[in-house]
């Protein structure tokens, strides 16, 4: 006959403190009305245990991602996240630091075709080229050609 063994619980607060961070999420995203999905779940479980990101910190990277697409994204809030994992953000200060707020574009975000033009804090297509592509970094344009 053999054994069974119980797989250990998680702590009750654990659940919680999880399920909380969860609806936190869904809810900056505009996502009230459903549970996330599994997928969704694991991106979050890496923000939160594997990064050890705060919800606020969390919740900020939602907020660019929805003023940056307008629409909500894991990927694209994930992409955010781990970058500033990769630079050691682990405060929102230090995200404040490491790119302002004003700042319109975050690290990685692929324009294909378009010239674009950095002016102050902000950037803007100004005409499409083709077979040329643009990274725009935090810090700075990167071009890349195919």
Same mark, same amino acid.
């Given at each position: 006959?053999?054994?069974?063994?119980?797989?250990?619980?998680?702590?009750?607060?654990?659940?919680?403190?999880?399920? &909380?961070? #969860? *609806?936190?999420?869904?809810?900056? *995203?505009?996502?009230?009305?459903?549970?996330? #999905?599994? $997928?969704?779940? @694991?991106?979050?479980?890496?923000? *939160?245990?594997?990064?050890?990101?705060?919800?606020?910190?969390?919740?900020? #990277?939602?907020?660019?991602?929805?003023?940056?697409?307008?629409? $909500?994204?894991?990927?694209?809030?994930?992409?955010?996240?781990?970058?500033? &994992? &990769? #630079?050691?953000?682990?405060?929102?200060?230090?995200?404040?630091?490491?790119?302002?707020?004003?700042?319109?574009?975050?690290?990685?975000?692929?324009?294909?075709?378009?010239?674009?033009?950095?002016?102050?804090?902000?950037?803007?297509?100004?005409? @499409?080229? $083709? &077979?040329?592509? *643009?990274?725009?970094?935090?810090?700075?344009?990167?071009?890349?050609?195919?």
């Amino acid at each position: 006959m053999k054994k069974e063994y119980a797989q250990p619980k998680k702590p009750r607060n654990t659940v919680l403190r999880i399920q &909380k961070d #969860a *609806f936190a999420v869904m809810k900056a *995203f505009g996502l009230n009305s459903r549970k996330p #999905a599994v $997928p969704e779940q @694991k991106i979050m479980e890496k923000w *939160f245990k594997d990064y050890g990101f705060d919800r606020e910190l969390v919740l900020e #990277a939602c907020s660019r991602t929805i003023n940056a697409i307008h629409t $909500p994204s894991f990927q694209y809030a994930d992409s955010i996240l781990t970058d500033w &994992k &990769k #630079a050691g953000v682990k405060t929102l200060a230090d995200v404040k630091e490491w790119m302002p707020a004003g700042r319109n574009v975050p690290k990685m975000v692929l324009l294909s075709g378009f010239r674009v033009m950095e002016t102050g804090q902000q950037h803007k297509i100004t005409e @499409k080229l $083709p &077979k040329i592509s *643009f990274t725009i970094l935090n810090r700075g344009i990167q071009i890349m050609t195919p």
